[in-house]
């Protein structure tokens, strides 16, 4: 088998553990929670999952992505694994702690102080999820998918589950504190409770189902190797900590910056709306699960430049025709969430587009883990962030909640540029500029005319069928290497 088409075939399997279960959260969630929920409600979900996108990075310490180094360029996988393990339980608790212990004042800080249970609850969804993250890693480094797959899926099942459970199925009865006889301590106004509860039980049982994985390490630390591992991981941290920025705080810039007595309320609009986009978002976030851990094994090989480059036009194809086929049938698409939501629908071929260069700085960026220059990382991330930052204060207050998409898009573009620049000192690749130059062009064209003129049904499937001929023609060879 060809090695794109290895890679392909398991970016689709952890698709299964990556994007599906999300997927599925959408599909289940996003439009049951926009037609549940109110948008001030939707906006502190919104908030409040952007800092703890923020946050688990800190809790990680990025040891899941040291560890894909040393367990593969060194003789004692098992000691990177239980020194990291160990460091991130111990780093973890202690986080934990110091949040829970201060989960008003926090609270006060990010939403209300009348939140401080939020805060307390996801503290304990932080250092579960950390605790899973090595587990995780090990899973994609032994190549058992399917199991790392399973595992996700029950994650948003049970998420789903009890979330439908308290909000729909309880509040239909007569006497919603006694469920059949048993106790569920259900109580009126407290939907975002629920939907809150739902992930902390979650993640939970995803910890206790990775037990297996947690007793094959040995909780000690050998210090030497774990020294490395921080000194390669300590600049990932500003990486995760501008990538939540970048990706997820333009909800916290809608609700700060705008000038606006119901900014809450459009962020949560604007949260509802961008989980159409994140459809993209969720397609680079499995194509990176799986190439980060293919991208090692193949570093050594003589053509593994070339594979690089071959996988770059292959991704920006796959995803260029997601951001063709969701833009054009964007009406078809917003019905997947509530009708109050889809008055900020504008951003949603932005924030498109967005997630498809960040697909791309997946892709361009690899340089830096695989020279173990992550420091480099660092700096592109910061810069993101920083133009982010600016981005939103500069535009938010002149042209409103639309302004955080644009600012998502220049970030990533920006990253992109610098990314691609500054690896072609360290790791040249012959990426093929002029072919993904055309395709970009080519699908840009086609939606600008189609939202242009207002084409019908017919003729938009037409287009996306131009794309995909002109693509087969093309590169009908990316498959066969």
Same mark, same amino acid.
Request: hydrophobic residues 55%; proline residues 3%.
């Given at each position: 088998?060809?090695?794109?088409?290895?890679?392909?075939?398991?970016?689709?399997?952890?698709?299964?553990?990556?994007?599906?279960?999300?997927?599925?959260?959408?599909?289940?969630?996003?439009?049951?929670?926009?037609?549940?929920?109110?948008?001030?409600?939707?906006?502190?979900?919104?908030?409040?999952?952007?800092?703890?996108?923020?946050?688990?990075?800190?809790?990680?310490?990025?040891?899941?992505?040291?560890?894909?180094?040393?367990?593969?360029?060194?003789?004692?996988?098992?000691?990177?694994?239980?020194?990291?393990?160990?460091?991130? @339980?111990?780093?973890?608790?202690?986080?934990?702690?110091?949040?829970?212990?201060?989960?008003?004042?926090?609270?006060?800080?990010?939403?209300?102080?009348?939140?401080?249970?939020?805060?307390?609850?996801?503290?304990?969804?932080?250092?579960?999820?950390?605790?899973?993250?090595?587990?995780?890693?090990?899973?994609?480094?032994?190549?058992?998918?399917?199991?790392?797959?399973?595992?996700?899926?029950?994650?948003?099942?049970?998420?789903?589950?009890?979330?439908?459970?308290?909000?729909? @199925?309880?509040?239909?009865?007569?006497?919603?504190?006694?469920?059949?006889?048993?106790?569920?301590?259900?109580?009126?106004?407290?939907?975002?409770?629920?939907?809150?509860?739902?992930?902390?039980?979650?993640?939970?049982?995803?910890?206790?189902?990775?037990?297996?994985?947690?007793?094959?390490?040995?909780?000690?630390?050998?210090?030497?190797?774990?020294?490395?591992?921080?000194?390669?991981?300590?600049?990932?941290?500003?990486?995760?900590?501008?990538?939540?920025?970048?990706?997820? $705080?333009?909800?916290?810039?809608?609700?700060?910056?705008?000038?606006?007595?119901?900014?809450?309320?459009?962020?949560?609009?604007?949260?509802?709306?961008?989980?159409?986009?994140?459809?993209?978002?969720?397609?680079?976030?499995?194509?990176?699960?799986?190439?980060?851990?293919?991208?090692?094994?193949?570093?050594?090989?003589?053509?593994?430049?070339?594979?690089? /480059?071959?996988?770059?036009?292959?991704?920006?194809?796959?995803?260029?025709?997601?951001?063709?086929?969701?833009?054009?049938?964007?009406?078809?698409?917003?019905?997947? #969430?509530?009708?109050?939501?889809?008055?900020?629908?504008?951003?949603?071929? @932005?924030?498109?587009?967005?997630?498809?260069?960040?697909?791309?700085?997946?892709?361009?960026?690899?340089?830096?883990?695989?020279?173990?220059?992550?420091?480099?990382?660092?700096?592109?991330?910061?810069?993101?962030?920083?133009?982010? #930052? #600016?981005?939103?204060?500069?535009?938010?207050?002149?042209?409103?909640?639309?302004?955080?998409?644009?600012? /998502?898009?220049?970030?990533?573009?920006?990253?992109?540029?610098?990314?691609? $620049?500054?690896?072609?000192?360290?790791?040249?690749?012959?990426?093929?500029?002029?072919?993904?130059?055309?395709?970009?062009?080519?699908?840009?064209?086609?939606?600008?005319?189609?939202?242009?003129?207002?084409?019908?049904?017919?003729?938009? @499937?037409?287009?996306?069928?131009?794309?995909?001929?002109?693509?087969?023609?093309?590169?009908?060879?990316?498959?066969?290497?």
């Amino acid at each position: 088998m060809s090695q794109v088409r290895k890679l392909a075939g398991e970016t689709f399997i952890y698709g299964m553990g990556s994007i599906l279960p999300k997927v599925l959260n959408f599909l289940l969630l996003a439009p049951y929670l926009t037609r549940v929920l109110d948008k001030e409600n939707f906006g502190i979900h919104g908030i409040l999952y952007a800092y703890v996108a923020l946050f688990i990075s800190v809790f990680t310490l990025r040891l899941e992505t040291a560890y894909f180094r040393f367990a593969t360029r060194s003789n004692h996988p098992e000691k990177a694994y239980g020194s990291a393990l160990t460091a991130i @339980i111990l780093v973890g608790s202690i986080l934990a702690l110091v949040i829970f212990s201060n989960a008003q004042l926090i609270a006060s800080w990010l939403t209300s102080a009348e939140d401080a249970r939020y805060v307390k609850w996801f503290a304990m969804i932080l250092l579960f999820d950390a605790i899973s993250a090595l587990p995780f890693a090990k899973l994609r480094l032994e190549n058992k998918a399917l199991k790392f797959s399973a595992i996700k899926i029950v994650n948003v099942l049970v998420t789903a589950v009890i979330i439908l459970f308290y909000l729909t @199925i309880i509040p239909g009865f007569n006497n919603p504190d006694s469920f059949f006889g048993f106790p569920f301590y259900y109580s009126l106004g407290k939907d975002l409770d629920y939907v809150f509860l739902a992930n902390l039980i979650a993640s939970a049982i995803v910890l206790i189902m990775l037990i297996p994985e947690l007793i094959q390490a040995k909780l000690t630390i050998d210090r030497t190797l774990l020294k490395k591992m921080l000194i390669y991981s300590s600049p990932l941290i500003l990486v995760g900590v501008a990538g939540a920025i970048n990706q997820v $705080f333009d909800r916290v810039f809608v609700s700060k910056l705008l000038a606006s007595s119901d900014a809450i309320e459009t962020a949560g609009a604007y949260n509802g709306a961008a989980k159409v986009a994140v459809i993209m978002s969720l397609f680079a976030t499995a194509f990176n699960y799986a190439a980060e851990p293919f991208f090692f094994k193949s570093f050594k090989d003589e053509d593994s430049t070339d594979i690089y /480059a071959y996988v770059l036009k292959a991704f920006t194809i796959t995803g260029l025709l997601v951001f063709m086929v969701i833009t054009l049938f964007l009406d078809q698409a917003m019905y997947l #969430i509530g009708a109050e939501y889809r008055v900020v629908r504008d951003i949603v071929p @932005i924030l498109l587009f967005a997630y498809l260069f960040l697909g791309i700085y997946y892709n361009v960026s690899i340089w830096y883990k695989l020279k173990d220059k992550t420091y480099m990382g660092a700096m592109i991330s910061f810069s993101g962030a920083l133009v982010t #930052i #600016i981005a939103n204060i500069i535009l938010i207050p002149r042209i409103g909640y639309v302004g955080a998409a644009w600012s /998502a898009l220049i970030c990533y573009i920006t990253m992109v540029t610098f990314a691609y $620049f500054s690896g072609k000192k360290h790791l040249p690749i012959p990426y093929d500029l002029r072919g993904l130059s055309i395709y970009l062009l080519m699908a840009v064209v086609m939606v600008g005319l189609s939202l242009y003129f207002k084409i019908n049904f017919i003729l938009k @499937i037409i287009m996306i069928l131009l794309f995909m001929g002109y693509a087969i023609w093309k590169d009908r060879g990316l498959l066969k290497i």
